[in-house]
């Protein structure tokens, strides 16, 4: 299949602090012209992570659906920062543990329709209470809780995990080799 | 937890085909104030449906991405229409199958970090050869193809297969009751 878009032109309509709204005239491969609205992301990580045997899950409000929703722990990379220490960061961040290893289990694109956004999901080995947790974002709101294996599989099969990016991480720590 | 963020003022940034961008002013549980842009989306529906005892795939340029990926079968609900319609119309345009019949299996969010969009993830029944197929978008280039299952799987697990709904569409139909 040779079905690439040539971009005719593109404008920047948004630029905010973790997206930027591109609009792009594009041709279709038999010379279509159409529009394609893209949401350029920085990027982000995540981080399926142990302790005392069950999984580290965060619940954390979230404006986009206006209700709190359980996740893995995860955030946006910094400018130029390497997505281990990022993985590394955001875990600690967020939960207040720490891991002797990270291994990257996959990177997945959350939504190809629309925007770039690509999450690399780490998974994470010999996890610690760190010693020093460093400050959260101003603005996160999160609760940190441990929930058994088995329990959040019934949760994604029930519908209480919804977040896309945590039930890629169960799948692929599920099927890694 | 308690951890609500109170709107102060809502913007309408753009408005494009399938997403609209919002800035929003918001108040943090202790008093802060902070910015969100959301994006909010019209919401699509994914099918997983099988043919010959495999799994329909579609081969599809996303220009977000500049590539083609592998995904599910899946488009957005057209204003007013029923997700059931919706996931029929879009196997049905997007593959040229039908179904007897469609079971929700769950509905994720994809990026709740920053949009709303929700993606129902169907399983397809009695699945074959649609009479008629509708007309795709003028601007889809797609190609269909049968993807065995156990090897979907060796495709997820050595990142071949990058797309999130996918990769939860796969996890939902091995975990379903």
Chains 1, 2 share one sequence.
């Not at 079905?3 to 948004?14: C, G, H, P, R």
């Not at 981080?47 to 209700?67: M, N, P, S, T």
């Not at 709190?68 to 960061?89: F, H, N, S, T």
Request: hydrophobic fraction near 40%.
């Amino acid at each position: 299949m040779n079905a690439t878009e040539k971009t005719i032109s593109s404008i920047l309509i948004y630029e905010g602090k973790n997206i930027k709204l591109i609009k792009e005239e594009i041709i279709t491969p038999d010379g279509h012209k159409s529009v394609r609205d893209i949401v350029r992301h920085k990027g982000a990580c995540a981080i399926l992570a142990k302790a005392e045997g069950k999984l580290i899950f965060i619940k954390q409000y979230r404006k986009a659906l206006d209700k709190v929703i359980y996740e893995l722990p995860a955030g946006c990379i910094e400018k130029g920062e390497d997505i281990y220490l990022c993985a590394g960061r955001e875990l600690n961040e967020e939960t207040g543990y720490e891991a002797d290893k990270l291994t990257l289990l996959s990177s997945v694109y959350t939504t190809p329709g629309f925007s770039d956004e690509i999450i690399h999901i780490f998974y994470a080995e010999n996890v610690k209470k760190a010693e020093v947790k460093k400050d959260a974002d101003v603005d996160e709101y999160i609760d940190v809780l441990l929930i058994d294996e088995a329990e959040a599989e019934r949760m994604i099969i029930e519908g209480e995990i919804v977040d896309s990016k945590t039930i890629c991480a169960l799948y692929l720590y599920k099927n890694k080799k």
